[in-house]
């Protein structure tokens, strides 16, 4: 039985879908006009994590992710580069999918652009209009009239009547109301544009998931997702624009579950581009090697509880790193047998209850750490088949062992024969030429790699 916390009834409660046995989850991708920074990608990888066990348990997911590919920082991004929207989108589009591979997400079911909807977000707009929730002001722009919109705030647990008492009159003077929204904006100069009924003009950005969601997945889903910071007001105008569209009192809800990911800190502090401690995944993922860097970042942002804020510094990202390191030795020195996950066994029981209570990844990790000590005493294939198989429901330990054990031996230990050097070792270690074996083992100590002498003579290495 899945649990799961809602943000809306802020409390706990049990899955129950719209169809039984499927579960619509929709979750708000990025916006590419850039790579996508590290605090995005706790948000990615968190998801994935959700998709990865619900499919586990049973569940068939149809899991969307959109791509946001029309908004003010792509026009802005785009002429600064001097290259079209659609090209800056592109590039970027495939960008983020191979940034994402890297950081070993699952492909969502289905990954729709912003701009290939503009028909349905035109759609519910003029939906909302003759409802009377939505007005052309005098400017040329549609906006959502949040006071025809009676429950507000019930996302967030924002009073309109405070916020508006918060806002500037004249934020906008075309505005009935200071809090409404932009559904469509009327076209200027250089910009981007679509015929409507509006005239010409381009979608504001909180009408896209609105569109994207119910053209894909229909007007009702059961799970929402998102960072944090999309609660206000990104996600309560989501809720207002679907919603809208509903036949009132009906009783209808948007989404039956909104879940929401904790923010990433960077050395204690929040990510600002201002303090200099803004990281891309790109930038974090090309410092790393090549073959244990992705699931070591995969890591670091798992280990934590998804609501809970967890701390980013290259020394935690050290410490996941030799974590792995730990879990892939065991299997390396007990290769896994192929078994099929059986829920009745006590350690997969224990990872079952805790994932299943609100994805409780420290509590599942904790069971992984205990069916390891279990295996480097056992030396069980069947225990070491196991801790793959739980691992893997979450994304680990799918690599060869010897492969993540050793590395992607970058620098200077790419521009060396390591084999080779080692049977040089080997063979100075046999003449008694045991000067010219230590220096081997310095030279390699050197460039980052570990020598382990194991019984038979063998010698076998890894990258520090």
Known sequence: MQIIYNTLG????????????????????????????????????????????????GYEVNYVRNITDIDDKIIERANANNESMEQLTTRMTAAFFEDADRLKLLRPTHSPRATH?????????????????????????????????????????????ELRAGERVAVDSAKRDPLD???????KQNEPQWPSTFGGGRPGWH????????????????????????????????????EGTFEKNSGKQFAKVWMHGAFLNIDSEKMSKSLGNFFTLRDVLNKLDTVQGGETVRYLLLRGHYRSEINYSWDMLEDARQTLLGFYIALKETPPAAINLDWANPYAQKFRVAMEDDFDTPAAFAVLHELRRELNRSKSAETAGLLKALGGTLGFFQDVPAAFVQGATQSVAAQMDVDALVAERNAAKKNKDFARADAIRKELDKAGIVLEDKPGGVTEWRRK
């Open 10 to 57: 802020r409390q706990k409660q049990t899955l129950t879908t719209i169809d039984p046995g499927v579960v619509r989850m929709y979750v708000c991708g990025p916006t590419v006009y850039d790579f996508f920074h590290i605090g995005n990608a706790r948000t990615f990888t968190t998801f994935d994590m959700v998709f990865r066990w619900l499919t586990t348990i």
């Open 117 to 161: 909807h503009i028909d349905h977000m035109l759609a519910i707009i003029r939906q909302l209009e003759e409802r009377g929730m939505a007005y052309q002001a005098a400017n040329g722009d549609v906006y959502y009239s949040v006071r025809e919109f009676v429950g507000y705030g019930k996302l967030s647990r924002k009073n309109p009547d």
């Open 181 to 187: 929204f932009v559904l469509w904006k009327s076209a």
């Open 207 to 242: 009408i896209e998931c609105s569109a994207m969601c119910k053209a894909v997945l229909g007007e009702q889903i059961d799970i929402h997702g998102g960072g944090m910071d999309l609660q206000f007001p990104h996600h309560e105008n989501e809720i207002a624009q679907t």
